[in-house]
């Protein structure tokens, strides 16, 4: 079914409504068993989110028919989500930086440090 869904992608030009919902329901599934959440839906989301995208930006590009389609949206997410998890010591689940450089004064030098963004909830609310 996948293999045909593909070949039919291709001919059209864009993802047929089966291959998505393949593409989904991998996606989902891969984001539960393979990578540690610790519970917490909204990463599992951003997960699916991003690996789903990208796989549908992807995939006609780098699918040759005969070749396993398949395997290859299985690659494409494994490989999205395990980038998107390297990337959260730099940027929060939304992409937005939460590290960067502070230049601190130490035995009189100027010294640039790498430092975690931390959110001050107090200067939020009033701003």
């Not at 930086?97 to 009189?108: A, F, P, R, S």
């Amino acid at each position: 079914m996948v293999e045909r869904e593909a070949i039919l992608s291709l001919e059209q030009g864009r993802l047929t409504e089966p291959l998505g919902s393949f593409i989904l329901q991998r996606s989902i599934e891969i984001a539960g068993s393979a990578f540690v959440t610790n519970g917490n839906e909204e990463l599992k989301q951003a997960l699916i989110d991003a690996a789903v995208m990208r796989t549908c930006e992807k995939f006609l590009y780098y699918y040759v028919e005969g070749k396993s389609a398949a395997n290859l949206v299985i690659s494409i997410i494994y490989s999205t989500m395990t980038n998107r998890i390297v990337a959260l010591n730099h940027s929060d689940v939304y992409g937005h930086n939460i590290k960067g450089y502070v230049v601190c004064i130490e035995n009189g030098e100027r010294v640039t440090k790498l430092t975690r963004y931390i959110k001050d909830s107090y200067l939020s609310e009033r701003l």
